[in-house]
């Protein structure tokens, strides 16, 4: 098997451990297969629940169409590979590795992503507590320096990609990292909260102003779930 193959299939397998795994029915969305294939995860809240900072139709598209893309394109990748394993072509499977890293991260991302908003009369907004707003004090030296940081980062994001608050399992800090169109964060890190930065989770709301969209969804933010995800990393 090429050495590609070999990164891309790992590193989306730790994606996927670090993602959780799979709940009971009615718990949070999370990334869940069925018989070996990947399923779009149901959100704990309606479409038009965290407006007027993310509309309806955004959450919408971005869950229904968007997502459902990527897992669509994960099945079909993971299937190909299956075929071609079974048949001895490496060659082949090994050509399929991109998609699977960019239609398994989407999945991966965005099942995260959905568990990081919560309507803001339901737990979504105001800051983090506890364990979590200790290690931001300690890392980032306020919580309004962390989000500035995060805000900046995602401003610096050429084209499509995310920005992701991420906790180092070796050193035990937290920090900031961006990863470009739908790569998953993997090696030494843990995603604890993940921003979409795609046109599609803004563009039809923002327009051109994506400033205000990433100012606006952290009212939205379920830090009960973000600190949930930073004690158990």
């Known amino acids: 098997m090429s050495s590609t193959l070999l990164r891309t299939v790992p590193a989306l397998r730790g994606a996927l451990r670090a993602s959780g795994a799979p709940k009971a029915a009615g718990a949070m969305a999370t990334t869940s297969f069925v018989r070996g294939k990947a399923t779009l995860p149901d959100l ?9 900072h993310i509309s309806g139709k955004i959450m919408e598209l971005h869950h ?37 890293n960019f239609h398994g991260g989407g999945h991966i991302n965005h099942s995260l992503f959905w568990e990081n908003l919560a309507p803001a009369s339901r737990e979504g907004g105001g800051e983090p507590d506890g364990a979590l707003k200790k290690a931001i004090d300690s890392d980032f030296g306020s919580f309004d320096t962390f989000r500035s940081q995060m805000n900046t980062a995602l401003a610096g994001i050429q084209g499509s990609g995310w920005a992701w608050l991420v906790k180092d399992k070796s050193a035990g800090t937290l920090g900031l990292v961006t990863r470009a169109n739908q790569d998953p964060v993997s090696g030494p890190y843990v995603p604890l909260m993940g921003i979409d930065a795609w046109e599609h989770a803004y563009y039809l709301q923002y327009e051109n102003r994506k400033a205000e969209y990433f100012d606006a969804i952290w009212n939205v933010v379920n830090w009960k779930t973000v600190a949930s995800r930073f004690e158990k990393a």
């Open 44 to 52: 704990p809240y309606d479409y038009g629940a965290l407006e007027p």
């Open 64 to 100: 229904a169409k968007h997502h459902q893309t990527y897992v669509n394109g994960l099945n079909s990748a993971l299937q190909t590979i299956g075929d071609a394993e079974s048949k001895g072509d490496f060659t082949k499977a090994a050509t399929v590795a991109p998609l699977l």
